[in-house]
Structures are given as C-alpha cells and as structure tokens.
C-alpha cells in the first residue's frame, strides 16, 4: 500500500511526475491525498521545477498559504493561456494583420473584481518570453503568437497604470513618459532597461548638482542644468534627416542615443530640474515644445526655455520668432501651461505620424498606438474614426473602435461590416480546404526546397494544382518561359530572406533537411523534426491529407 511508504521516499518519487499524474495517485487514497496536499516542501519544489515562481512568492511564509492551491491556480491559467495561443493560430491563418484584444474568454479571469490590473501579469509574460526563447524546434506556433498576446497585456497593465498616474493629477512628467515607451517597446518586442535610464538620469542630475548654490538664483541654476545635459552629458537635437523617426519620441531612447526633438528633450530636462529643486512648466507651443518657469528674483516673470537649443531662455517675444512662418499672433492661449496628459497626447500624435509608410508593419503598430491615444484621449473621435477606418481596410476589428461604430447611423454601420467582412473574405478565400493531395503535386507542407534559378531556400507552406494568381502576374514574371508554364502546380514558400513567394513546381529542387529562418514561421508550423517542418493544426485543416 502507498501509505506503508514513508512520506519522504513518496514525495521524492512523485516530484518527477508531471501535474496530470500527480493528481491521480491523490485519488488512490484519502490520507494520502491529505498528506500531499499539505506538503508545502512538495509544492514549493514543483512550482520551481515547472518556472511557476514570481517575485511576490518570496514574500510567502510556509504556513500562510497552502502552496497546492498556488500552484493547481497557476497550472490551471497557464493551461489556458496555452489553449488560447492555439485558438489563434486557428482564427488568424488567414489573416494579414494579427489583432489580438480582450474578448476572449481567457481575459476573464485575469482581473480582481474591482481593479484592472492583471494578476499573475509577471507569470504569464514569463510563460510567454520562454516560448519565444525556447521554440528552435517546438512549440513554434506558440512562440509566434506569444509576442501579441505579450504586447496586449502588456498594453492592457499599461492602460491601467496610465490611468492610476492621471488619478493623482502629479506635475510629474518622467514616468508618464516612460510608459509611453513601454507601450511602444512592447509593440516592437522589446524591453526597456529601466536601470539604466535611472542611472542616466542621476548622473545628469549629480553633475548639476556639483554646480549649484544654494543661493543661486533661478536662472543661475537653469544655466548649471545646461552645462551638464549639454556640455559634460552631450545632449542635443536629432539631425533634421532623422526628425521623424519614432525613437525620438521614446524617451529611454533619447536618453541612450543623447538626441531628440523637443518635446522628449523637455521631458527629461524637465524631470533633471524637478530632481534639483525647481519646478519647470510644460508649455505645449505651437509646432515646438517649450518648458517655462518663474523667477521670484524678477517679480515672478514668465520665462521659457528652448530645450531644442542648447536650453536658451527666451522671453515672450522671442518664443513667437521660432515660428515666423506661422505668424503666431502673441496670445495667451499659445502659452498656457500643458497638464501631464496633453503632453502624453502629445507625444503620441507624433507617435502615430511616424507610421505613416503604410506598410503592412507600419499599419499594425499604428493600431496598437491609436489604441493608446484612446485610453489617453478617449474624446478625440477623430483618432477613432481614422483607426476605425484602417481596421476595416485591413480587415481586424479593434475593441476600442466600438464607440465610433456606435455613433454611425444604422445604414453606415451595415455598410461598413459590409467592407469589413468583404476583406475577411478576401482573405479567406487564399486558404480555401484542399481535398486530398493530387498525384501532380509532387512535394509535401514543411518541406525545404532550394529554388532553381535564384538559390534561395525556403518551405513549403502551401499549394495550388496550377497557377492562381492570374494572367496579369503570369505575364509580369514571365511564367510562359517555363516549360509547363501555368499548368503545373505552384507553391506558397517561406524564403529564407523573409519575405514569402510563389514558386513554379519545376523551379523547386529537392536539399537536404535544413531550418529555415523566418518571422512568420510559426503561423504555419508547430516543430521541425529534423527532416520536415510539422503543419500545426491551422494548417492541417487547409491541406487535411497532406
């Protein structure tokens, strides 16, 4: 009997087992049930074993809580998080533009009752981050589905930190800015070294601090402040070539690279100044970001300073001359101080304007950040309706687009599902199911080809019993040069220079197994197993007997 073992001889040996076959030997016996669930040792050591530890576990005394409960709880979201990856490779092959939101039921039980704020948010990215670091050979479909599902939680704990940091109506600048930048690192996959940029920070601040006084005045102080962000530190403007690259509106970036346009410029150097004992204001100035200040030693006159230029300080008279183009006629509505979220609208309109290539990336990254223009401005419908309006382009259907479709009128709503669905289909229909694999086809999905005109080497990912892209492209690649021309089958590849290409059968040559590198590989295919890339259940469904 199990209960005639010692416990520790028992524990041991169950320790390999996984989750599934521990829970079936407690159903063998009661006590022994009993036993195991109290067992903090034990599941203590299986939450390391499976990488279910978080920071605020160490907080845990051993009696506070039972660790079988922490740990059945985290395999039993981690177990949907895995089953929702999978849902998306089913919903998205099709798609051009992978849109994830917070409709699904997975989302459900991430939240508190009354707070927004996910729990277990740092178990889940765990999970996700070990999908993408681990999936050479396995879990491909998951690690290609992780980064979006990371970058909306993300997005998601970011919209509710957002709106705790507007909650206090702080004159705080910094670290509303760097959320803006984590949303934008985690729309790009990146992660932001905050340790670094506090260092940064310090330094700037230590070196004005070595300068000043206590008695200096004001502007005395502004002048130290210069010194060290742009003489010893070496902070300037970004070169006009590069005035509209997004990295300039991200504040961890500016900080690394030393350049930036005014507006980052002036965030930084006004969270330098607010860290030395003065209070700067943040002057949202026409088509140039200004920060101002009061100086007690002039009868509390206004000045301002152009951060873009070398921290100059200028009087009223000479902020209206950095525009002379504009003819900016001297009113106060011009120099009114900015509340911390218009200076973060602000800086996500330049945001979203520098996505305007329109290219398929471009197009996705410009929806997560009118979604964050959303959450920071809700009340500018016009950011909505043009969202709206590259969403139905595009074919995805942004949860936060709602309230725009709620303000069309009945006929404008079916019109406008009418487009939508119309690019939904459009995209169906280059995946319609295959019926079974016709003899002429002469290659498998997953397979690695080498092409024989131009060397390349790329898999499989599907095919078409001739060509069925039409005359227009048959003419435009020259395809009558062929010697079956038109009417042998063609492949869908994945080439290893990343970009995805339609290839005649007499073209492909057989190469010994190898891996070939691209982004979207794990749209496709769930492992490569040495010999062949694995169809992943997507997949499956469009070519069922191949």
């Not at 030395?276 to 140039?288: A, K, S, V, Y």
């Not at 749209?523 to 070519?543: M, Q, T, V, W």
Request: proline residues 3%; negative net charge; charged residues 25%.
């Amino acid at each position: 009997m199990l209960s005639d073992f010692p416990i520790e001889t028992l524990v041991h040996v169950i320790s390999f087992l996984p989750y599934k076959d521990i829970i079936e030997v407690m159903l063998l016996n009661k006590q022994f049930n009993e036993k195991l669930c109290k067992d903090q040792y034990l599941w203590k050591m299986l939450l390391h074993r499976d990488a279910m530890v978080i920071a605020d576990d160490y907080a845990f005394s051993d009696t506070c809580q039972l660790f079988f409960d922490v740990y059945k709880k985290r395999y039993l979201l981690l177990r949907k998080l895995d089953n929702y990856l999978d849902e998306l490779s089913v919903e998205h092959l099709s798609a051009e533009i992978i849109e994830v939101d917070g409709g699904h039921p997975f989302y459900d039980d991430l939240f508190t009752k009354d707070s927004r704020a996910i729990q277990l948010l740092e178990l889940l990215l765990g999970r996700l981050e070990r999908y993408e670091r681990d999936s050479k050979y396995t879990m491909l479909t998951r690690a290609f589905y992780s980064s979006y599902v990371k970058a909306h939680l993300l997005h998601v704990d970011l919209s509710y930190r957002l709106g705790i940091y507007f909650s206090k109506n702080c004159h705080e600048l910094m670290s509303g800015a760097l959320m803006i930048a984590e949303w934008v690192a985690a729309a790009y996959n990146e992660v932001i070294p905050s340790t670094s940029i506090r260092q940064e920070i310090e330094r700037v601040v230590c070196d004005a601090k070595r300068l000043m006084l206590h008695n200096d005045t004001v502007e005395t102080k502004l002048r130290h402040i210069n010194k060290a962000f742009f003489e010893v530190n070496n902070f300037g403007r970004v070169p006009n070539e590069d005035y509209y690259n997004v990295s300039n509106s991200r504040v961890d970036r500016v900080l690394m690279v030393k350049r930036g346009i005014p507006l980052t410029l002036c965030v930084i150097y006004h969270e330098i100044a607010r860290q030395c004992g003065l209070q700067l204001l943040p002057i949202n100035f026409p088509r140039h970001f200004l920060l101002g200040y009061r100086d007690p030693d002039n009868g509390d006159r206004m000045g301002f300073i152009d951060v873009f230029d070398g921290g100059k300080l200028l009087s009223r008279s000479q902020c209206l001359e950095l525009c002379p183009v504009s003819q900016i006629p001297d009113s106060d509505e011009y120099f009114q101080v900015a509340t911390p979220k218009q200076v973060l609208a602000r800086m996500v309109h330049n945001i979203v304007n520098a996505h305007q290539n329109y290219s398929l990336e471009d197009i996705h990254h410009q929806i997560y950040f009118y979604r964050l223009m959303y959450y920071i401005k809700p009340s500018d419908l016009h950011c909505v309706q043009t969202a709206a309006q590259i969403a139905r382009n595009i074919g995805i259907k942004p949860d936060f687009v709602s309230e725009y479709l709620m303000d069309l009128s009945e006929g404008e709503q079916e019109q406008y599902y009418h487009l939508l669905e119309k690019v939904v289909s459009r995209n169906r229909r280059l995946f319609r199911p295959k019926k079974g694999h016709p003899s002429q086809v002469k290659y498998h999905l997953g397979y690695v080809k080498v092409h024989l005109k131009y060397r390349y080497y790329c898999v499989i990912y599907g095919w078409d019993t001739d060509c069925a892209l039409g005359r227009d492209w048959e003419i435009q690649m020259g395809i009558d040069s062929l010697e079956f021309g038109a009417k042998q089958p063609y492949y869908h590849v994945l080439v290893e220079d990343g970009t995805m290409r339609y290839a005649a059968q007499e073209n492909l040559l057989d190469v010994s197994a190898t891996q070939v590198n691209h982004k979207i590989i794990g749209k496709f295919f769930e492992s490569f197993d040495g010999n062949r890339y694995i169809p992943n259940k997507a997949l499956r469904c469009i070519y069922p007997e191949d």
